[in-house]
């Protein structure tokens, strides 16, 4: 990895029973994170949490990073809640846990800290809708009921709405009536919460949608729709759409 720079340090206190409070120090500039990806797998083989990071962090860029191991004994200097990272994303592709979506084009910091992996972002884009900000937090130790939360403000395409949709909720009432949908075209202003229970595989998904412009076909109704000014809500449990004209 010839553009990267690593620099380390490690401390510890040297006793009789051996050693205590080891520090282990990572510094690094222009990291390459498939290739940290790739590397992490021979250097930390079988390990779940370097795995679960680099499912998430797919590819990018980071201009610097910190990663610090610390611990009272050499036996968890490598457990999770011993681990603090912060790090600075350009450019990166990010999968997004519990959902089959993906965003790209990523910016912004990364940090873990007690087990908590925390990505804010101040930029992306998820295909052609734009994400102003967004927070995900990932649950990489064992605290119960966190796998995974997150919330994203979107610009969005809404022609891309019944693919997405799709992605989040899989087979559904909501995306079998969107099947019914189609030409869609318009835009919005999103707010997407997603959050994962323990031990379930789909994340309960919260979604607001303001100043709707959208216009296109819906079989159940004749002709071309076309509606301005709609806001949207939906939750678990309820679906209210209000603010129709058009």
């Not at 998430?56 to 610390?70: D, R």
């Not at 998820?126 to 009921?145: C, I």
Request: negative net charge.
């Amino acid at each position: 990895y010839p553009e990267a720079q690593i620099s380390l340090h490690f401390s510890a206190d040297v006793q009789n029973t051996g050693f205590r409070n080891p520090d282990l120090r990572f510094e690094g500039t222009n990291i390459n994170i498939a290739q940290a990806g790739r590397m992490s797998a021979h250097v930390f083989a079988n390990n779940e949490i370097t795995t679960t990071i680099f499912n998430i962090l797919k590819s990018g860029f980071v201009p610097s990073v910190s990663v610090i191991f610390h611990s009272s004994s050499p036996e968890n200097l490598f457990h999770e809640k011993s681990l603090d990272l912060k790090g600075r994303l350009e450019n990166g592709s990010i999968n997004i846990p519990g959902t089959a979506l993906s965003a790209d084009h990523v910016y912004g910091n990364a940090e873990i800290s007690r087990g908590i992996l925390t990505i804010n972002t101040t930029g992306a884009s998820l295909k052609n809708s734009k994400l102003e900000n967004g927070r995900l937090a990932v649950n990489l130790s064992d605290y119960p009921d966190f796998p995974f939360n997150g919330s994203f403000f979107l610009h969005a395409d809404l022609s891309e709405l019944p693919e997405t949709l799709s992605r989040l909720f899989g087979e559904s009432l909501l995306t079998k009536e969107m099947s019914l949908v189609h030409d869609i075209r318009g835009k919005a202003e999103i707010r997407l919460d997603l959050r994962l229970k323990t031990g379930s595989d789909t994340p309960i998904v919260n979604i607001r949608a303001d100043r709707c412009k959208i216009s296109g076909n819906y079989e159940r109704i004749p002709g071309k729709i076309d509606l301005e000014n709609l806001s949207f809500t939906y939750s678990p449990d309820q679906i209210t759409i209000s603010g129709l004209t058009g």
